[in-house]
C-alpha cells in the first residue's frame, strides 16, 4: 500500500474558484439567497458615486448576517476568518474585508436592522414556515458594554467633580506662574491642554450627575441614595440577577416567539427593569410585522402582569393568558374563607380571603362582617376604591386580619378600578387550557434566549447607547432566525426528496406491474408435440 502523493505548491492548470469548496447545502449559500430577496434599496442609495470604491453593501450585510447566525459579533475575529475560513470566504467573495470596515459598516446602518428583521420575519409567513397561531411573550436581560467599576453614585461623582476643580486650579496657579516667570512657551501650552482635558471631564462628570438626579425622581426614596450610573454607558440602567451575577449596567431585551417554529416575531430592547409595560409595544410590533388576526393566542408570565395591558386585552376581546404573580390578592371566588380552615392553617387573612359583591359593592369577611365602600381615591396611574370595616372589635380573627401598624383597629381593602379584569384573568387561569399554555410557554420563549446567550454567546453588547443596542439586538435576532429559517428550508428540501423518491418508486412499481401483464397474456404459446 502506498500514499497518495501531494504538493502543496501544485499548480492547478483550471484553477479553483470559491463555490468549489462549500458544499452545495451550506448555511453560507442560503444567507446569501436570503439577503438577495431583502429589498436593499435604502441601503444602496447610502452610498455616493463620488470618491474611492467601497465594499459592496450587499456583500457586507450578508457576511454580517452569517456572522451572527454563527455567534461571531467581534470585527477582529470576523477578518481572521474571512482569510482562513472558506464559508466566510465565501460570504466576503474572497475580498477579506478588514476589521475597522465590518465596524464602520455595521455601525452606521444600524437603524436599518429593524427594517431588515421585519422583512425576513415575513418572507418566513409567506413560505408558509408557521401559522404563527399562538406566540410567547419574554424579557431578559443583557449585560451592557462597560465595566461595574465605572458606577458611581452622587457622592462618588461629586468626589471625583471636587478633585478635579482642584486640579484645575492647581494648573491655572502654574499657568500663571509660568507666564510671570516667562517660561517657554511649549510648557505654558501643554499646562492649558492639560486644563482643557480636566474642564471637559468635569463637564462629562456634571453631565453625569444630572442624568443620575434625573433617574432618582423616578425611584422609590428608600432606592435612591445606592442608585448609580456608568460613566461610559449612562444609557444602561443598573439592574439585579444579570446572568447569575449580582448586578450592573444592563438592558432589558424583549422577544415575541412563534411556539411552532421558535422563530423570533418581534424584539425590542428597553431600559425599563421590569416587564409590567411590555406586552401592549409587543403585540403592536406583532400585528405590524404579521397583520392582524383576530384568532392569535398570546403567553406570558407574570412579569407582564399589570392591569393596564388586561384591561386592553380584555376590551379588545384577545386571547391572552398572563400568570397571576399575586393571586392571594384576588376575591374572584363566591364565598369567604371559613374560620375552620383558617384556624388549621394558622395564618394571616389575605384579600383573597374575603368576598366581593359586586351587586352591593362591599365586601364580606370570613366572619362574616361587611366592608363597605368610602371613597374614591384617584393617583397618577390609578384609581382605587376604599372599603372598611365599621367594627372589627371582639371579632375572633383581629390578630389575623389586622396588621401590627393598623392604627385605626379596622380592616380596610383598596380595589382598583381595573381588579375585575385580574379577577377575570385569575378565572382563566384555573382551567387546564390555560395552565398548558403557560406551560408550553416556558418551553418556548425560554430556550431562545437560552440559544442566544449560550449557543450564540451573546451575553453582553458590544455597542454603547441605546439606539446602537437597539440595532444589535436586532442583529442577534436576526442570526437566530437565520438558523431557524435554514433548517426548515434543509427539511423541505429533504421532503421534497423523499416526495420524489417516493414518486419514481411508485411509477417503477407501475411499471413492473404492467410489464408483468403484458409478459404473461402476450407470451407466445408453446407448440405441442404431434
Not at 430577496?37 to 467601497?54: C, F, H, P, W
Not at 396588621?403 to 381588579?419: F, H, L, M, Q, V
Not at 442583529?475 to 421532503?495: D, E, P, T
Request: with cysteine; hydrophobic share 30%; aromatic share 10%.
Amino acid at each position: 500500500m502506498g500514499f497518495i502523493p501531494y504538493d502543496r505548491n501544485q499548480i492547478d492548470l483550471l484553477g479553483y474558484c470559491l463555490d468549489d469548496f462549500v458544499p452545495g447545502d451550506a448555511k453560507c449559500r442560503y444567507v446569501v439567497e436570503l439577503v438577495n430577496r431583502l429589498d436593499l434599496t435604502s441601503l444602496i442609495e447610502r452610498y455616493s458615486t463620488q470618491g474611492a470604491d467601497s465594499f459592496d453593501p450587499v456583500l457586507m450585510l450578508a457576511t454580517w448576517f452569517f456572522s451572527y447566525s454563527e455567534g461571531e459579533s467581534s470585527t477582529r475575529r470576523i477578518e481572521e476568518k474571512c482569510y482562513r475560513d472558506t464559508h466566510y470566504m465565501y460570504m466576503s467573495a474572497n475580498l477579506r474585508p478588514d476589521h475597522t470596515s465590518l465596524s464602520r459598516f455595521r455601525k452606521t446602518h444600524l437603524d436599518l436592522m429593524s427594517d431588515y428583521f421585519v422583512q425576513l420575519v415575513q418572507m418566513a409567513q409567506a413560505d408558509g414556515v408557521s401559522d404563527f397561531k399562538e406566540i410567547s411573550t419574554d424579557g431578559s436581560k443583557f449585560q451592557a458594554s462597560c465595566s461595574s467599576k465605572q458606577n458611581k453614585s452622587s457622592d462618588a461623582l461629586q468626589k471625583k467633580i471636587d478633585a478635579i476643580r482642584s486640579d484645575i486650579d492647581a494648573y491655572m496657579a502654574r499657568c500663571d506662574l509660568a507666564e510671570i516667570n516667562d517660561l517657554d512657551e511649549d510648557d505654558i501650552k501643554s499646562i492649558r491642554e492639560k486644563i482643557k482635558q480636566l474642564e471637559a471631564k468635569e463637564q462629562l462628570l456634571k453631565e453625569r450627575q444630572d442624568q443620575l438626579e434625573e433617574r432618582k425622581k423616578e425611584l422609590k426614596p428608600e432606592s435612591r441614595d445606592k442608585h448609580t450610573i456608568n460613566l461610559v454607558e449612562p444609557d444602561a440602567p443598573m439592574m439585579s440577577k444579570i446572568d447569575g451575577a449580582k448586578g450592573g449596567a444592563a438592558y432589558n431585551c424583549q422577544v415575541s416567539v412563534d411556539v411552532d417554529s421558535y422563530l423570533i416575531l418581534a424584539n425590542d430592547t428597553v431600559q425599563d427593569r421590569n416587564d409590567k409595560n411590555q406586552f401592549l409595544p409587543q403585540f403592536e410590533m406583532i400585528n405590524n410585522n404579521l397583520g392582524y388576526d383576530p384568532h392569535r393566542k398570546y403567553n406570558s408570565d407574570s412579569g407582564y402582569f399589570n392591569l393596564e395591558p388586561l384591561e386592553y386585552i380584555f376590551e379588545n376581546n384577545i386571547d391572552a393568558v398572563f400568570n397571576d404573580p399575586s393571586p392571594q390578592m384576588r376575591s374572584s371566588h363566591t364565598s369567604v374563607t371559613p374560620i375552620t380552615e383558617l384556624v388549621e392553617q394558622d395564618r394571616k387573612l389575605t384579600r383573597s380571603d374575603f368576598r366581593y359583591d359586586s351587586d352591593g359593592n362591599y365586601y364580606e369577611c370570613p366572619a362574616g362582617r361587611k366592608l363597605p365602600f368610602v371613597r374614591r381615591k384617584k393617583e397618577t396611574k390609578s384609581c382605587y376604591d376604599l372599603y372598611r370595616c365599621d367594627n372589627c372589635e371582639g371579632c375572633s380573627l383581629q390578630e389575623k386580619c389586622l396588621g401590627k401598624r393598623n392604627a385605626s383597629k379596622c380592616r380596610n381593602i383598596r380595589r382598583d378600578t381595573r381588579e375585575p379584569y385580574a379577577e377575570r384573568m385569575s378565572d382563566i387561569l384555573k382551567s387546564e387550557n390555560a395552565k398548558e399554555r403557560l406551560k408550553h410557554r416556558a418551553m418556548t420563549v425560554e430556550p431562545v434566549f437560552g440559544n442566544l446567550k449560550e449557543n450564540l454567546g451573546f451575553r453582553r453588547f458590544h455597542l454603547r447607547g441605546l439606539s446602537q443596542v437597539k440595532g444589535e439586538f436586532n442583529l442577534m435576532c436576526i442570526g437566530h432566525n437565520i438558523n431557524i429559517l435554514f433548517k426548515c428550508a434543509k427539511k423541505r428540501a429533504h421532503q421534497a426528496i423523499e416526495a420524489k423518491v417516493k414518486v419514481e418508486k411508485l411509477f417503477l412499481n407501475i411499471f413492473d406491474s404492467c410489464f408483468s401483464i403484458i409478459f404473461t397474456n402476450f407470451r407466445p404459446k408453446q407448440a405441442t408435440a404431434g
